[in-house]
């Protein structure tokens, strides 16, 4: 071991941390020039800067969020001076121009206007009369009030501080700021100075702090020349190719589909790691010579690669974006650094982590540009719906100084939730004295409780999975512990033996009963009506004598919520499925015009897409592809996978609905031009896309399809031909987005795929392609505007053993989640439909 290391082991987690922190800042400030920031001449009005004018102009669209309020809650035990505390804060308001700030229209243009310092009074309110339970809870309602009230931009005052007092010797202190006046490391120098000035006035000794030379509108008015520089230039040059082409959003497995506007509410789930886990994470990060903060930011790209399938991953992560002139300074300087990290090619731990840092080390290369310029350069898609470039977030802080001692008190720091999300997700770790943790932040438009919940469990058995063997592909990382393997199992077998209990004790009675009292329909959750849900009242009834006498029923239900999932019956078979799909519609389809590889199960049902598990498969309707396909198709789940595996779903009304108009009128207008290589070894041969050794059989079905067809050397089959792009539903009359240009195209298939297959053959060699159908390419971006519109109407829920799940093929698309373990879901087809 080298002296450097040596040395660097024997230093404790605070010294470590200090250290950690000096060399970020000496990476952040790598490549600048020497500046000096001017003060201004006295202006009452000043310019806002970058990252205010974007908190601004949010507040235009709704002033009534309180997404970007900042809050902090500390518990104080002791005989707590009220006056001190009082006078600290008014001092810290004198000292800090920000916190006089308040920000508004003027002709047209956003400035900022400060205020001459003011008093600033310390509300008390007292809970001293309550007991201690509803002291407790009093204190957790009215944090929470606080928390979620607005601030009004053009009046302020921008901070709200409120002391509630449950005795004499426990009090809770309540801080609120404005996002747009405050960032973390302003709550730093914030504590700082109350430490110090409490001392100072709880002992009537007076306050002299050291001057502060410049103040937040000076960077602000200097900020706006910076961006002029030929250096700055150069950044935005390195973002504009670093982001090029970038996906618009993550696909996240949502349990709702993204509404058209967001309105920010949200919840925060708190947790802690272990401190082995932790030492554990540094020895692994320094051996790869990153800091903790790109460990961790790789295991969450990993885990969203696990969760969405997505190789080309973007996470939104903060810089100080500070120096020596401003870090004693309070005021929003933070900027976000768009971490685009590519992650194809069956990578390794180690493998991801390198890339993540040599994209850190890259972006604090060129943190200076702000984030609202680069979004505006690369001429993104503002959608009221999400936020542009990064909707998931990475937030490490090890901020030495976030503390308060204060003399003669006991303090301690309190959870708080505002209720609100600014982004669909984010996960913010915290390194301090008392060890490591943090919160997940998500969106409650998208996301439930419970699943927040499991993503972290997986979060945390991912991060031991990679200290433990950082060499396995991270395709292959444990998600989930053999205990909760285990415990998972043992669920599984306590309700079959309750079922089997139940069916036992239930002797047969001749008794009539209503199909509403055998089956209820509900659904997954209220603000969704796909799929419907059926359920049993009882455990002992069978899905396929059921449904006899209920089939037009279930059709009309079907064409009315474009899918019904039965969950809880009695199917404890392939072939008890393939009779309840006959007694809907008794004849069922052979797969024929294959476009993915699948086996037979029995009779004419058949594995689902046997593409690798940890491949995720774009949204589709089964054959849209073709000028004839099923109009039903079920899923049945013989076995849920150990980890994700999700069928997702997703109504092509709602796709068709949320595509740009243009879109819609030019792909109505050319339609769909499908290519297809067969028997060149890279796909599937023509035998088994068409299911006959007979080329006769194959030419009079392209005849019959209307599909062009070329014999090519060596047995090789080339086929092209053009279907719809746009379909009306035969019974609604609805129009439907129906085909799968999105997924033949070859910007489907993962960077390294792509490349590897252009480098050894020609574009018009490759096994599938898309075109329009006047044989003209579709633009890149057009495909990921379909994509997006997919990922916009996406509807997941997760599996579980024995469900069958029937859809209108036409109505609704599915895809599949990667997975971990043994997946097993069947599928079987019926009601063909013919141009």
């Known amino acids: 071991m080298s002296n450097i290391k040596k040395r660097l082991s024997s230093l404790s987690p605070k010294q470590r941390a200090l250290l950690e922190l000096k060399l970020k800042k000496k990476r952040e400030n790598a490549g600048r020039t020497e500046r000096k920031i001017p003060k201004r001449s006295g202006e009452h009005h000043n310019p806002m800067s970058f990252a205010q004018r974007a908190l601004w102009f949010a507040d235009q669209l709704d002033s009534s969020s309180a997404a970007y309020n900042i809050t902090i809650a500390i518990r104080i035990k002791g005989a707590l001076n009220v006056s001190a505390m009082e006078r600290s804060f008014n001092k ?4 800090h121009e920000a916190l006089r700030t308040t920000f508004k229209n003027d002709k047209g243009n956003p400035v900022q206007e400060i205020f001459p310092p003011f008093h600033n009074p310390l509300p008390v309110k007292d809970l001293s009369y309550l007991s201690p339970e509803d002291g407790e809870r009093a204190v957790q309602s009215l944090l929470m009030e606080d928390g979620k009230r607005p601030f009004h931009l053009a009046q302020g005052p921008l901070i709200r501080t409120t002391l509630l ?38 002992l009537e000794e ?22 002029e520089s030929e250096h700055i230039q150069s950044q935005l040059s390195y973002w504009e190719k670093k982001l090029k082409g970038v996906p618009s959003v993550i696909p996240l497995p949502m349990n709702r589909p993204r509404p058209k506007v967001q309105t920010f509410q949200g919840k925060r789930l ?29 295991v969450w790209k990993t885990l969203l690669y696990r969760y969405t399938g997505q190789e080309d991953i973007v996470v939104g992560s903060p810089a100080a974006g500070r120096n020596l002139e401003t870090e004693n300074l ?12 590519n992650l194809s090619g069956n990578l390794h731990f180690r493998e991801v982590l390198r890339r993540v840092r040599k994209t850190a080390l890259q972006a604090y290369d060129n943190q200076e540009i702000p984030f609202e310029m680069i979004v505006d350069a690369l001429q993104l898609e503002r959608n009221p719906g999400f936020a542009p470039l990064c909707q998931v977030k990475f937030i ?8 308060l001692e204060l003399p003669g008190l006991d303090i301690e720091f309190l959870q708080t939730d505002t209720g609100t999300a600014k982004f669909d997700l984010m996960l913010d770790v915290t390194e301090s004295p008392k060890g490591v943790g943090g919160r997940i932040e998500y969106s409650t438009e998208l996301f439930n409780d419970e699943t927040i919940q499991r993503m972290l469990n997986h979060l945390i058995t991912l991060l031991q999975s990679i200290i433990s063997n950082p060499e396995q592909p991270i395709g292959a990382l444990p998600m989930i512990t053999e205990e909760g393997k285990k415990e998972r199992a043992m669920k599984i077998k306590k309700k079959e033996g309750f079922k089997k209990k139940n069916f036992l004790k239930n002797k047969p009675k001749a008794v009539t009963i209503s199909n509403e009292q055998l089956v209820t329909s509900s659904f997954l959750d209220p603000s969704i009506k796909i799929p419907l849900v059926m359920q049993p009242n009882s455990q002992h009834i069978n899905l396929t004598k059921w449904v006899v006498g209920n089939e037009e029923e279930m059709n009309k239900k ?9 969950r809880g019956f009695q199917t404890g078979s392939t072939d008890e499925f393939e009779q309840f799909t006959k007694v809907i519609t008794p004849n069922l389809l052979n797969y024929h015009e294959r476009s993915t590889p699948r086996s037979e199960v029995s009779g004419k049902v058949y594995t689902s897409t046997e593409y690798p598990a940890d491949q995720f498969i774009q949204m589709h309707s089964e054959m849209s592809y073709s000028s004839n396909w099923p109009q039903k198709i079920w899923f049945y789940c013989v076995k849920p996978a150990d980890e994700q595996g999700e069928t997702p779903l997703a109504d092509n009304r709602k796709v068709f609905e949320i595509l740009d108009e243009k879109i819609k009128e030019k792909f109505m207008e050319k339609k769909v031009m499908y290519v297809r290589n067969f028997g060149a070894g890279l796909d599937l041969t023509w035998q088994n896309a068409f299911q006959t050794d007979d080329p006769g059989e194959v030419e009079q079905y392209c005849r019959d399809a209307n599909i062009e067809f070329e014999w090519l050397e060596n047995g090789r089959l080339r086929t092209k031909q053009v279907c719809q792009a746009v379909e009306k539903h035969p019974v609604t009359g609805e129009m439907l987005w129906f085909n799968q240009a999105h997924l033949f195209h070859v910007s489907s298939l993962p960077k390294e795929t792509r490349e590897s297959l252009l480098s050894v053959v020609s574009e018009e060699e490759l096994p599938r392609n898309a075109y329009y159908g006047d044989g003209s390419p579709i633009e890149n971006e057009v495909l990921e505007m379909i994509r997006e519109a997919y990922r916009q109407a996406l509807i997941v829920f997760p599996w579980e053993e024995g469900d069958v799940l029937m859809l209108d093929n036409m109505l609704i698309a599915h895809g599949r989640n990667p997975f971990v373990g043994q997946r097993k879901v069947v599928v079987a087809m019926a009601d063909p439909y013919r141009k």
């Open 558 to 566: 079907l064409v009315e919520h474009g899918g019904i999932l039965f």
């Open 270 to 298: 708190y947790f802690t790691l272990p401190e082995k886990l932790i030492d554990e994470l540094r020895t692994l990060s320094r051996k790869e010579d990153a800091t903790v903060y790109m460990t961790l930011l790789a």
């Open 92 to 95: 810290i308001i004198l000292r």
């Open 206 to 227: 007076n306050v002299q702090p050291k001057e502060l030379l410049i103040q937040y509108a000076d960077y602000a008015a200097w900020q706006h020349e910076r961006l």
């Open 330 to 341: 309070i005021g929003f300087f933070v900027n976000t650094l768009a971490m685009r990290t």
């Open 165 to 202: 007092k449950l005795d004499q010797e426990e009090h809770v202190l309540s801080l609120a700021v404005h996002h747009i006046v405050f960032d973390a490391w302003s709550m730093m120098v914030f504590l700082q100075e109350l430490q110090q000035f409490y001392t100072k006035y709880s």
């Open 396 to 403: 490490y802080q090890n901020i030495p100084g976030m503390d």
